[in-house]
């Protein structure tokens, strides 16, 4: 098969083909295991030799669908607890085929006003979704980390003016090192995002008296009362990842404006708290923040991947983010060009499955869902109360349990090694997903429930899974 062009007449089968793979696929993801036993031949088994004359699109597609099918993740199934990740939603899996269909640049106006168009009313429908402030702008992201580069950028920006300095164009050279607090809560991502902007990990104060990590306010307080005026930036966290606890926001919030710093909320899915009223109170400050972002591949349930970042102050990101070309449209040009205000050039249209999920559901329906899987972890945690195996190790505040194995009778200095055990365990069975971390010194299992197809059934195996493990180990 020397050229794809004497494939032409093959498009419309390979896309049948494809579909039709989808739906097999798809058929049993809510029973089946999410890894099949056996993956590991298979993917050894792909080791052939860069092929010199190809097999043509079909003997490709049906290659991949065969083994695809046998070793992929079943990470978009009802009973993947782990990385806090969701699925596709029907409306933003189609909208999804759609999007790598239409195959649209979405950098700028001039190259996609449909990407450009649907991207600023999915962006606004988000904001009103969560409640923030009409002057808050946005742009999505390939996830969190981009989104807090984004919204990171824009606070450089902000500090490097407020000290005289045009940071894009001098660099950090001329500045002094920022004041960066948060508590014990603060994400990787942030954190990747802080080094990649220059800041240095070594500004980042984590200031909390607690062993699982929890702000210390007074610590916060005074360190602010310190550092120099408008050289402060603090990151509140809204949904820990071990156990889903927030930081106090509105209270941050109170001293950022006090000291005159630089708010920004990482909330890649303890966002979604604003959307109900039982858990909204959790998320209360977040419209007060500088800057907000969370992950849609998470609690929004749209393929892989997706992010986005909200800046109150947006006029700032073209500023930080904006390159210039002859080749390329201007940046005053007044239609939307979200590739003037992204880290990335070459965008997908990302924006595509999130309209569809939204139009599709509705305010009501993701609320739905997110009161849903609220009510599932309260299950789960008595659930786990219930067993006497088990050990639940902290409040389930949102969509997260943080728990442990602890047969009756076994010693503490053994607990971690047997938690371990029980997590490698839980992973190669594959009829659950859930990893295992380190929380308040301890070795724990933290499932998150965050996928639309995820019911009582499916946390109810996670423990009759668990005790079966637990019962071939220790008797």
């Not at 923030?132 to 946005?138: D, I, K, S, Y």
């Not at 990590?213 to 509140?236: F, M, N």
């Not at 209360?284 to 923040?289: N, P, Q, S, Y």
């Amino acid at each position: 098969m020397p050229d794809p062009l004497d494939d032409h007449d093959q498009l419309a089968e390979a896309l049948n083909f494809a579909a039709g793979a989808a739906q097999h696929y798809l058929g049993d993801i809510d029973q089946a295991r999410i890894l099949c036993p056996g993956f590991e031949k298979t993917i050894d088994g792909w080791s052939d030799a860069m092929p010199e004359t190809g097999d043509g699109t079909l003997a490709a597609l049906r290659e991949l669908a065969t083994r695809g099918a046998s070793a992929a993740t079943r990470s978009s199934g009802p009973r993947f607890f782990h990385f806090v990740m969701g699925g596709g939603t029907p409306a933003a899996l189609g909208a999804d085929w759609l999007t790598s269909t239409y195959d649209q640049v979405a950098f700028a106006w001039a190259s996609s006003p449909l990407a450009a168009r649907l991207e600023q009313v999915a962006l606004d429908w988000l904001r009103q979704l969560f409640e923030l402030p009409r002057e808050f702008g946005g742009v999505f992201t390939s996830g969190a980390t981009m989104a807090n580069f984004v919204a990171l950028a824009a606070a450089r920006n902000w500090w490097a003016e407020r000290c005289g300095v045009d940071v894009e164009e001098r660099g950090l050279r001329e500045l002094p090192e920022p004041l960066i607090v948060s508590s014990g809560y603060l994400h990787p991502s942030a954190v990747q995002a802080i080094g990649m902007l220059g800041f240095g990990r070594g500004s980042i104060r984590r200031l909390t008296n607690d062993p699982v990590g929890r702000i210390d306010l007074g610590a916060v307080e005074r360190a602010l009362d310190l550092a120099a005026p408008a050289r402060s930036i603090v990151i509140a966290n809204a949904g820990e990842v071990n156990a889903g606890d927030f930081d106090p926001i509105a209270e941050l919030a109170d001293l950022a404006e006090r000291y005159d710093a630089w708010l920004h909320v990482d909330g890649a899915f303890g966002l979604f708290a604003r959307l109900v009223p039982e858990a909204r109170e959790l998320a209360e400050g977040v419209e007060r923040a500088h800057s907000v972002i969370a992950d849609a591949h998470k609690w929004l349930n749209v393929p892989y991947d997706c992010g986005f970042a909200f800046v109150r102050e947006v006029e700032r990101l073209p500023r930080a983010l904006n390159v210039g070309a002859p080749y390329l449209p201007s940046a005053v040009d007044p239609h939307p060009s979200f590739g003037f205000i992204a880290p990335e050039s070459s965008r997908r249209a990302r924006a595509f499955s999130v309209w569809a999920t939204l139009r599709a559901y509705g305010r009501d329906g993701h609320r739905a869902m997110v009161r849903r899987h609220l009510a599932l972890a309260q299950h789960l945690a008595r659930r786990i109360d219930a067993t006497p195996e088990l050990e639940r190790l902290a409040e389930v505040r949102l969509n997260i349990v943080c728990f442990r194995v602890h047969p009756e009778g076994w010693p503490d200095e053994q607990l971690d090694a047997l938690n371990r055990e029980v997590g490698e365990a839980l992973l190669a069975d594959g009829r659950v997903f859930v990893g295992t971390t380190t929380y308040a010194g301890k070795v724990a299992l933290r499932p998150a429930i965050v996928n639309w197809r995820t019911r009582e059934e499916d946390v109810d195996l996670l423990v009759d899974v668990l005790r079966e493990l637990v019962a071939a180990r220790v008797g």
